[in-house]
């Protein structure tokens, strides 16, 4: 004789509950969970006058909502898990927090550090003749 009933739980918080005679009940839990950043994804450098995409991916239920803040200045950039900085220029150098929150309990805060280089100039230096000499008196 084996046990009279079953419990299932599913990732969602749908429990199952089956007897012996075939009855099935179901429950539905809402589970909360505090937010937090799964994954960031920073380019460390890029070129001045090039575009970057910084993206975060944050977990929770409710599900989380994103800010990008820049750290130095505090000026919210979005709010939305990826945040488009276009035509960037040394400026734009600096951290970029991505804060989740969700309402349950503290948010998550992950960091990108932007390095922007200087854009490469290509020129060519053309030189005729002779450098006139100078005396030194």
């Given at each position: ?7 299932t739980?599913?990732?969602k ?55 990008w ?69």
């Amino acid at each position: 004789v084996g046990p009279s009933f079953y419990l299932t739980i599913t990732q969602k918080g749908i429990l199952s509950y089956f007897d012996r005679y075939s009855k099935v009940f179901k429950v539905t839990f809402f589970f909360s969970v505090e937010a937090q950043v799964q994954a960031l994804h920073c380019p460390s450098s890029v070129t001045e006058g090039s575009s970057v995409n910084l993206q975060c991916n944050a977990t929770g239920n409710p599900s989380p909502n994103i800010t990008w803040i820049r750290q130095d200045t505090g000026i919210v950039f979005g709010s939305d898990d990826r945040l488009v900085l276009v035509d960037v220029h040394r400026s734009h150098t600096g951290i970029y927090q991505c804060h989740a929150w969700n309402g349950i309990g503290n948010s998550s805060i992950s960091t990108c550090y932007l390095d922007v280089f200087c854009k490469s100039i290509n020129s060519k230096v053309r030189v005729d003749g002779m450098p006139t000499p100078y005396q030194i008196a």
